[in-house]
């Protein structure tokens, strides 16, 4: 055999079909990371909103329940629900997340009397 400097044609072959499977892996799992953290992101603004909406719901002497309101967070619409369970307060949010599914989210709450 000769000693050559450079590289055979299956080595670079070799190489090439490496990189084109890392690149057919990564980019797949980039675009589903990113999904998934704008749809944790999401969950997280609207259940901030309905922890706040569910405290100022609680604190109020005079309550309708069921009650529902409509509200936009961060460009997406979320839907507020409050109904009296037992002696609590359940206060849910729903709506779509990045992935075009529905969510939803519940909290509960003692009403001060």
């Known amino acids: 055999m000769k000693n050559s400097n450079g590289f055979s044609l299956i080595e670079s072959l070799v190489a090439a079909s490496l990189l084109m499977m890392v690149i057919t892996t990564v980019i797949p799992l980039t675009s589903l990371l990113l999904h998934e953290r704008e749809t944790l992101q999401q969950k997280q603004n609207i259940s901030g909103e309905l922890h706040h909406q569910l405290q100022t719901f609680l604190r109020e002497e ?52």
């Not at 936009?72 to 839907?79: K, S, Y």
């Not at 109904?83 to 939803?104: D, F």
């Open 62 to 113: 005079q309550t309708n329940l069921p009650h529902r309101l409509l509200k936009t967070i961060d460009g997406t619409e979320a839907e507020f629900r409050f109904i009296a369970e037992s002696n609590l307060v359940k206060g849910c949010a729903t709506w779509k997340n990045a992935n075009e599914r529905e969510s939803q989210f519940c909290l509960y709450g003692y009403q001060q009397r």
